[in-house]
């Protein structure tokens, strides 16, 4: 790989994707140091062996790079599966095919450019829960009139009872007075999730917003909070809904504060992410983002509660709805964002939020 050229040598070996040179009979001439980091091998465990190995059972991807080699026809961003076989695991890849030229343009074998998706497909999976959330909206629909009808019956008869009845039993009465109006206010909730969000889109400076809520926050949580920000200050300005999106970490600022009971550091930091793969119409692309995380050095979350945090109506404190979370991921969702969690129990918390800068028509 160009070993006359040592900027060209070092660039191939820099690059934090995996580079993979093939002869024409398919086996590997050569391979840069992100290929050994992602495969988890040494470079001499590659050399001579069948390019396909790396991704076993993958009848597409063979035909493909026999296409390459035969008729020097190039493939871009194919999905498929690497493995690891000294730990038997597979991981999501995406292949680019191009055909090695020699020097007099001859095609000589093929290039692979393998790229480790696990990252954004973590990030995919990690908003999952939405589909559950989406799902319930439409049950919730249909369920809530159904609630709702007689719900307004049973308290309008309760309310006219009490009327009618002696005081002794009016405790009775509001009894279900007050429970039928609690179950309203939840039917109203869940149909919040059914309606799917419109967003007004805007340019929105994310400082800004998150500078609005702290102004709040550090007036009422003075002495027991240590406020940190870390922001970067080359972030661009992103396209979305300046309210929902100040919602979002107005919750997940608060659900940090609620974690720190006894006091602790709140930390927000911003960064510019340029790597950032989304999914439209099946196909992922790149797209640029920033990311704002919200750190707090609060209760942290066991592993069972992590399985729940977008449940609606999931939630571990006594005066909590549980709609936090799962509202927030619906409205960074819309906007084509991820939220992501990670959390050590009884150290703290943090939670990404990865926005992308353009909100484009897909
Ligand atoms: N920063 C955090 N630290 C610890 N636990 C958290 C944090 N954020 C969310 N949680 C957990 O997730 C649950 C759901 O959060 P949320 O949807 O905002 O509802 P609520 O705050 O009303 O409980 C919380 O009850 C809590 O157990
Ligand atoms: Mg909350």
Known sequence: MGDSNPVFKNIIASIVDGIILISRE?????????????????????????A??????????????????ENGVA???????????????TFPVSITISP???????????????????????????????DAIS?????SLGMAHEIKNPLVSISGSAQLLRRKLPEEHHKFLDVVIKESERINRMV??????ARPLELDIDTINIHQTLEEILILEKQSHEASIHFETIYDPSLPSIQGDGDRLKQVFLNLIQNALEAMPEGGTLKLLTRYHSDYMVRSQGRPHRRQAILVEIVDT???????????????FHTTKSQGNGLGLPLSLKIVENHNGKIKVSSEAGAGTTVQVYLPVKQENP
Do not use: W
């Open 26 to 50: 398919g086996t590997i001439l050569q391979v840069n140091l992100a290929t050994e980091e992602m495969f988890q091998q040494s470079r001499d465990h590659f050399l001579d062996k069948p």
């Open 75 to 89: 493939y871009h961003q194919i999905e498929g599966q690497g493995h690891r076989r000294a730990h038997q695991v």
């Open 188 to 193: 109203d909730r869940m149909l919040h999730f």
């Open 100 to 130: 090695y030229l020699n020097d007099h343009n001859q095609p000589e074998g093929a290039v692979l450019y393998v790229r480790d998706c696990t990252l954004s497909q973590e990030l995919e999976e990690i908003s999952r829960p939405f």
């Open 52 to 69: 396909v190995d790396l991704f076993p059972h993958q009848p597409q991807l063979q035909q493909k790079i026999d296409d390459t080699l």
């Open 298 to 312: 609060g209760l942290g979350i066991t592993q069972e509660n992590m399985k729940h945090l977008f449940t609606p």
């Open 135 to 139: 799902h319930l909206g439409t049950l």
